[in-house]
């Protein structure tokens, strides 16, 4: 087994703002030199028909929206870490969710709509259709970014590999399912 050395920085980041979004980003970029792997992991659900601060939906500004966003200003560290070391990793997660109900993806989640969704009466089945729709932007973007980071490959931009990360989590555990 290779000597492997780990080095791990804590970077606080609230996704459901894109100015900490930002901060994050400029924070791993002065504390690293170089990104191997950025794990695209984090995910809410259920809850209440709501706007962030940015005026996207509660559910879609973190699960998606924010991820992208941290992709794209972090995806020139990722391809130098990549050209030095002959590969870095985008690691994708979403969730079974995608496909149920299936519905296709509709620009209205991805727009500022926050709090004008609905889903907040009694089981609120609009709350996990906007559920779904983020865990389906988040597929939709794993398959164009492995198509991006496959054609600057080809332009001599780096090996980024993306890839579906699969991960076994109770997020309804803390989620408010009841609200």
């Known amino acids: 087994m290779p000597d492997v050395t780990t080095n791990v920085i804590h970077v606080d980041c609230d996704l459901s703002s894109f100015a900490s979004v930002r901060e994050a980003a400029a924070a791993v970029r002065e504390a690293v030199g170089e990104l191997d792997v950025l794990c695209l992991n984090a995910g809410v659900m259920g809850l209440l028909d709501a706007a962030t601060p940015d005026g996207f939906d509660v559910q879609m500004q973190p699960n998606h929206l924010s991820q992208f ?53 009694g089981w609120g089945m609009q709350k996990w259709q906007r559920y779904q729709q983020t865990k389906l932007a988040n597929m939709v973007f794993h398959y164009a970014l492995t198509e991006y980071a496959s054609a600057r490959a080809d332009e001599g931009g780096g090996s980024v590999k993306v890839v579906a990360g699969r991960t076994r989590v109770v997020v309804a555990r803390w989620s408010p399912l009841g609200s």
């Open 69 to 121: 966003l941290l992709t794209a200003l972090l995806w020139d560290l990722l391809e130098a870490t990549a050209d030095k070391k002959g590969e870095a990793r985008v690691v994708n997660h979403s969730s079974g969710a995608r496909n149920a109900p299936f519905l296709p993806l509709t620009a209205e989640y991805l727009q500022k709509n926050g709090g004008n969704l609905g889903g907040d009466g």
